[in-house]
Structure formats: structure tokens, C-alpha cells
């Protein structure tokens, strides 16, 4: 008689291996920012991962991860902004927003029809890191000039060739790693022959439902 079940695995292994990933990587990108920057952005470890955990093990694990990882950025880096008045404010909960969404965009990214597999997991990066961008730009460039903080880092061109254009090569850098660490050390075992979807379905969608 078996003391632990498939089911229990199952989920003690979700569990342990994205709170490790969790640890690691947002570590690693508040501690050596340095390390994994270009013209002065930096690859962001933390929203490749959920992009591509929600794009290879479905929509609760991008929206579980997402939230998590989005609390613990806001925890460890929040981002500031220019309140109308002036002063500088560190936002709240922007990161849980921001990762919420993102790991649900990449659940929701072709998985069915892409059949989630590899090559176009980096297109789901690229498709998440440009509406990111895109929206923040769009927002920080108008709070700015309600605010009266208005700055030529803001000009369209010097958006696209100093933050932009770098951090979507970084990122999809860095997601390359973080595919194989996924796919091959990650929440979901596939070491028997089944498809990616039926194991998922098995053992991804339904057990943070049972946590």
C-alpha cells in the first residue's frame, strides 16, 4: 500500500519546484541586476517565467504563479511613479496585477492549437513582453504629463531603441533557459508517452484545486 499517491506527488512536486523558481529567480534579478542588463534595461526573469509557466501548464498555474510572483515584486521592487503633485509614490499591487494578467495571456497564447510546444512558447514571450511595454509606456507617458514630469525618456523613438527594443531581446534571452528548465525540470513530469495536453489535464489544470 502506497502512503503517498500519484495525486499527492503530484502536487507536492508543483508546489516545491515553483517556489523554488520563485526564490531563485526573483532573487537573482533583485540581487544582480547588472547581470542581466543592456542599455540599460534588464531581463525580466520573473515575467518570462510566469509567461511561460502559463503557457505550457495552463490558465491556474499562470494565474497561481503569476499572483505569487507579482507579490513578491511588489514585496522586494514595487515601482515608483510622480503623483500629481509632484512627489514620488511607490505604487501598490502593481506587480500582482501585472503578473496576474501576463500568466494568464500566456495560458491563453495558441496553447491549444500550438499544441504548447516549444519554439512558439518564445513567441508567447515576445507577443506578453510587447503589450507590457505597450501599455506602460502608453500609461507612464500620459501620468507623466498630467503630472508635469514630461522628459525626453519619454519620446517615442527614445522608447523604442533605449527600452523597448532591449528588453524584448533580453527577454527572449533569458527565455530560452527557462523553456528547457519548464519543460524538463519543472512542476509536470512526462516520463511516460502521453501528450502534453492529456498529462497536463491530468496533473496541471485541476490540482491547485485540490491544494
Known amino acids: 500500500m502506497r502512503l503517498i499517491n500519484e ?20 532573487s537573482l534579478q533583485v540581487s544582480f541586476p547588472e547581470a542581466f542588463g ?20 495552463g490558465f491556474w498555474d499562470g494565474a497561481v504563479v503569476g499572483f505569487i510572483s507579482g507579490l513578491v515584486r511588489d514585496v522586494f521592487s514595487p515601482p515608483a511613479v510622480v503623483g500629481l503633485d509632484g512627489e514620488v509614490r511607490v505604487t501598490a499591487f502593481m506587480g500582482v ?20 510546444n516549444i519554439p512558439f512558447s518564445i513567441v508567447a514571450v515576445i507577443f506578453a513582453t510587447v503589450c507590457y ?10 501620468w507623466s504629463n498630467l503630472a508635469g514630469a514630461e522628459s525626453s525618456l519619454y519620446m517615442p523613438l527614445t ?12 527577454n527572449v534571452i533569458a527565455a530560452i533557459p527557462l523553456i528547457f528548465l519548464l519543460k524538463f525540470l519543472g512542476p ?3 516520463r511516460n508517452k502521453s501528450r502534453d ?10 490540482t491547485w484545486l485540490g491544494i
Open 38 to 57: 543592456f542599455l540599460g534595461q534588464t531581463a525580466d526573469l520573473m515575467f518570462v517565467f510566469v509567461v511561460l509557466a502559463g503557457y505550457f501548464y
Open 159 to 170: 522608447f523604442l531603441v533605449y527600452s523597448f527594443l532591449p528588453q524584448l531581446l533580453l
Open 197 to 206: 495536453d492529456e498529462v497536463i489535464a491530468k496533473q496541471g489544470e485541476g
Open 97 to 116: 496585477f501585472t503578473l496576474f494578467t501576463v500568466g494568464i495571456i500566456g495560458a491563453s497564447f495558441f496553447t491549444r492549437r500550438m499544441h504548447r
Open 7 to 26: 495525486n499527492t506527488r503530484s502536487r507536492v512536486r508543483k508546489v516545491v519546484v515553483y517556489a523554488v523558481y520563485i526564490i531563485l529567480l526573483s
Open 133 to 142: 511595454k505597450t501599455a506602460g509606456y502608453l500609461l507612464i507617458y500620459g
Open 188 to 190: 509536470v513530469s512526462f
